[in-house]
């Protein structure tokens, strides 16, 4: 409707209002009561309605974007633990391959053998002061052998 037939009904609706008896505008003015609350209360309930479907809306939302963001976080870390699976068998091999060269037996490279912790001399292995050869002990050239001797 338009405003110029707003204010006209609206004219229209105070003039009889003036011309009515005093009950029956008691009785008009709860009846506007009536509705006025009707259409507050249903203005406020499509509010509420409208803003729990926002609500729901961005919780569906919010949910689906935690989920990827959950799915791609898996995702890296299984990459982040496979990579770091082949870099530690990669150690391990090469761990092997020079245990192998360190511990290869064959007698003619006894000398490459890695000494072991008993194999190494302690400080009781060592001579002593009186274990030193003193100069009775050398040789002299008179000690030495001849071919015709």
Known sequence: MGNEMKKTLGKAAKKVLEHTSEPIKEEIKDKVKEKAKEKFVDSIQDKAEDATDNLKEATEEKAEQFEDKAEEGKEKAQDALLSVRDKVGKVVE????????????????????????????SYTDMKGASN??????????????????
């Not at 030193?132 to 001797?149: L, P, Y």
């Open 94 to 121: 090469a761990g092997e391959d020079f245990q192998d060269k360190v511990s290869s037996t064959k007698d003619d490279e006894d000398d490459r053998k890695i000494k072991g912790v008993k194999s190494i001399k």
């Open 132 to 149: 030193v050869k003193s100069s009775k002990n050398i040789k002299s050239s008179n000690d030495i052998k001849t071919m015709g001797s």
